[in-house]
């Protein structure tokens, strides 16, 4: 049985496929940063749903696309009822984007930030009562992102991207997607 998404065909392909398997690259990371900034407050399955339409909204998460995102771009995305329409997570998804392509013009980036920041393997949790909702590395990386210019970058939300990105492994012991998820980081 899975430790979550059941009965739910969207949800058990995210939690099978995608959820705690690593994520290196540039866009998929700026991808799923934005989403799990807009996520805040929000039920997660709510994201999933809205995702290809958060994906054709914002330019498929290129972040140089989305870094020249301007006022008319605001407005349309404010529209879209495709989208959670929310000013302010629109508006740090574009600076999110502007501060990942200075990451680059700084001689790194978002990917080497991200995992340099990487927990230490811990204990497999037994229920989600052992699943943390924030870690010390998650701590110091909102602190990093917020100096370089990034915003909706908690130290919660960016607990909830580690886990989502493979950083950290919080499928619990007997959930089937476990060992897979362990093979991958190694």
């Avoid at 989403?35 to 995702?51: D, H, V």
């Avoid at 080497?112 to 037994?126: I, M, Q, S, T």
């Avoid at 998650?138 to 989502?164: D, H, I, N, W």
């Amino acid at each position: 049985m899975r430790c979550f998404g059941e009965g739910d065909a969207l949800y058990e392909r995210y939690h099978d496929e995608e959820w705690g398997r690593p994520v290196t690259d540039e866009r998929g990371l700026f991808e799923r940063l934005s989403l799990e900034a807009f996520q805040s407050g929000l039920a997660w399955i709510t994201i999933l749903r809205k995702r290809e339409a958060f994906r054709a909204a914002f330019a498929g998460f290129e972040p140089d696309a989305v870094a020249e995102f301007g006022e008319r771009d605001v407005e349309r995305l404010l529209a879209d009822a495709g989208i959670v329409r929310n000013r302010a997570k629109i508006e740090a998804t574009i600076a999110n984007a502007r501060a990942t392509a200075g990451l680059r013009q700084a001689g790194t980036s978002l990917p080497e930030l991200v995992w340099g920041h990487r927990p230490a393997p811990a204990p497999a949790p037994v229920s989600w009562k052992d699943v943390r909702p924030v870690a010390p590395e998650s701590a110091a990386l909102a602190k990093e992102l917020r100096r370089r210019g990034f915003r909706f970058v908690g130290p919660t939300t960016l607990y909830a991207l580690m886990q989502a990105c493979g950083l950290v492994n919080d499928h619990l012991a007997d959930c089937p997607a476990r060992a897979p998820i362990e093979a991958a980081a190694r």
